[in-house]
């Protein structure tokens, strides 16, 4: 289900990010964001051989456009 811009940003707070609308990855999506663009949650977890398991993503047209990593994970 997609994510607003705001359902995303108050996600990324809760789970522990204080401030997500400094991070680098943010700003270069809310800069790119187009109408009909779409904002999703991945997670890969558990899928063998993907190094990149969990993260925000920009979708155009079905692509993923852009990356936001909320957290950093160990």
């Known amino acids: 289900m997609p994510l607003s ?6 996600n990324a707070r809760k789970a522990g ?5 400094a ?7 809310a ?3 187009r ?3 779409k904002l ?3 997670n890969c977890s558990g899928v063998k051989g993907v190094g990149d398991t969990v993260y925000y993503a920009l979708f155009r ?4 456009i852009l990356k ?3 957290m950093t994970y160990d």
Not at 5 to 10: M, N, P, S, V
Not at 61 to 64: A, L, R
């Open 5 to 10: 811009q705001d359902e995303l940003l108050e």
């Open 17 to 21: 990010n204080p401030n997500p609308e």
């Open 23 to 29: 991070n680098g990855e943010w700003i270069k999506i």
């Open 31 to 33: 800069e790119n964001y």
């Open 35 to 37: 109408d009909g663009d």
């Open 40 to 42: 999703r949650l991945v």
């Open 61 to 64: 047209e079905d692509k993923v």
């Open 68 to 70: 936001f990593h909320s």
